[in-house]
Each structure stands twice: as C-alpha cells, then as structure tokens.
C-alpha cells in the first residue's frame, strides 16, 4: 500500500461545478496535511494547510479525518483557473506527496 | 526577492556523464531539498539538508551526490548518469522543520534532465 494515496483522475467538469478530492494515508503517527497545487510543468505550490477542524479558504474547504486517515478538498464554483494537479501531502516525520489528482475544467 | 532558483531549467546527458545541478534560494531558509518527480510517483526526496554544512539522505539518494558549503546554495550532482535518473528535479526550501507553521516548502521551477 502506498503511504499517501490520491484517486490520479483526470476530473472533468464544467465551470461552476462543485467538485472533491480525497487522499488517504496509511502511517496513523502522520502530523500534519497539506494540499498543493501544480500546474502543467511548473513547481508545486502551497494551496493550503489541512487542520483537525477542517478550514476553508474563498471556495476551497479541507477536511482532516484521523480516524479514516484521510484528508478531502471540495471546491466549489469551479473557474477554468483552477484546472490544475492537486497534491496531497502528508507529514508523517518526513513529506510524503501523493501522485496527484488531475483536474480539468471546462467552460 | 527571487525565491528558489534553479540552474539549469534543461539538459540531456549521455550514460556516464556527470553533471551538477545548482539551487539556490534568498529567504534565509534553513532547510533544502532535493526531489525527483516521474509520472505517476509523486515528488520524492533524494537528498535534504538541515543548515549549511549538513546533508542527510532522502527516499532515493542512491546515484546522487550534494553539498551545502553556503546556506543559501544546495548542489545535487550526479556523477556518472543512467537512464532511470531521467526526471525532472525540484530544489525546496523551508524555513523551520517540517510540523510547525512555518514549514511551507517554497519550489523552485524545476529541471527537466534526460539522459540518453
């Protein structure tokens, strides 16, 4: 089983639509969980932090699940902006990245 | 303020050369990393850094060389290059120890080496 897990997609769907990634973990001492966001052939960037209660950012919502062990990210509103990879990062004592979930949006 | 930088953005290599790659970044970071990215893998660590003058092997360091004599500058060689170190490789820094607030990694805008 790999350590950090993501469903790689593509996602397909039109603008505005509302849409969730999740990613699961398999090491339970995990710290703290990330999402980022890679475009086509650039450097992954920081989208946002995952905390235990759950945190929201404009029209993007993360959710934390330890006893699951998994991490979600709904956005909503989808713009064609957001057509990018996503990556799930886990902090278990060392980064773990996910392969990363494709998302295409289209108009 | 450039961020993380890298040098060079592209290079193709015949089996058994060797090269340097050159990161190097202006926010005082502390820590550096070094990450190859193939598809469907994810990012894994080759080799990091916790201050200048430290280095400490990652996930797949094997065939991978690095130093870090200034603080700002973390160098990834490769000294004599097969295929399957055909990737593309992302420099990090981080200005505290992965688990604290301020542990975002900062990317650089990777290298694109294949190896012939």
Same mark, same amino acid.
């Given at each position: 089983?790999?350590?950090?897990?993501?469903?790689?997609?593509?996602?397909?769907?039109?603008?505005?639509?509302?849409?969730?990634?999740?990613?699961?973990?398999?090491?339970?001492?995990?710290?703290s969980?990330?999402?980022?966001?890679?475009?086509?052939?650039?450097?992954?960037?920081?989208?946002?932090?995952?905390?235990?209660?759950?945190?929201?950012?404009?029209?993007?919502?993360?959710?934390?699940?330890?006893?699951?062990?998994y991490?979600?990210?709904?956005?909503?509103?989808?713009?064609?902006?957001?057509?990018?990879?996503?990556?799930?990062?886990?902090?278990?004592?060392?980064?773990?990245?996910?392969?990363g979930?494709?998302?295409?949006?289209?108009? | 303020?450039? #961020?993380?930088?890298? @040098?060079? &953005?592209?290079? $193709?290599?015949?089996?058994?050369?060797?090269?340097? *790659?050159?990161?190097?970044?202006?926010?005082?970071?502390?820590?550096?990393?070094?990450y190859?990215?193939?598809?469907?893998?994810?990012?894994?660590?080759?080799?990091?850094?916790? #201050?200048?003058?430290? @280095?400490? &092997?990652?996930? $797949?360091?094997?065939?991978?060389?690095?130093?870090? *004599?200034?603080?700002?500058?973390?160098?990834?060689?490769?000294?004599?290059?097969?295929?399957?170190?055909?990737?593309?490789?992302?420099?990090?820094?981080?200005?505290?120890?992965? #688990?604290?607030?301020?542990?975002?990694?900062?990317?650089?805008?990777?290298?694109?080496?294949?190896?012939?």
């Amino acid at each position: 089983r790999k350590e950090v897990e993501q469903d790689p997609g593509p996602f397909n769907v039109p603008e505005g639509a509302t849409v969730a990634f999740n990613c699961t973990y398999s090491n339970s001492a995990s710290q703290s969980f990330f999402w980022y966001r890679q475009d086509c052939r650039k450097e992954p960037k920081l989208l946002m932090s995952v905390y235990s209660s759950g945190n929201e950012d404009g029209r993007f919502t993360a959710q934390l699940n330890r006893a699951s062990q998994y991490i979600s990210l709904l956005i909503r509103d989808s713009k064609l902006s957001d057509s990018a990879t996503y990556l799930c990062v886990v902090n278990g004592g060392k980064l773990i990245f996910g392969q990363g979930t494709e998302l295409s949006v289209k108009p | 303020n450039a #961020g993380v930088t890298q @040098t060079p &953005k592209f290079r $193709v290599l015949k089996t058994g050369q060797s090269m340097t *790659l050159l990161c190097a970044q202006d926010m005082n970071h502390e820590y550096m990393y070094w990450y190859r990215q193939d598809p469907g893998m994810g990012l894994r660590l080759i080799h990091y850094s916790v #201050g200048e003058g430290t @280095t400490a &092997k990652g996930e $797949v360091p094997d065939g991978y060389n690095v130093s870090r *004599l200034k603080k700002q500058n973390f160098l990834l060689g490769l000294e004599s290059a097969a295929p399957s170190q055909t990737s593309v490789y992302f420099c990090a820094s981080s200005y505290s120890k992965l #688990g604290g607030p301020a542990d975002t990694q900062y990317f650089g805008p990777g290298t694109r080496l294949t190896v012939l």
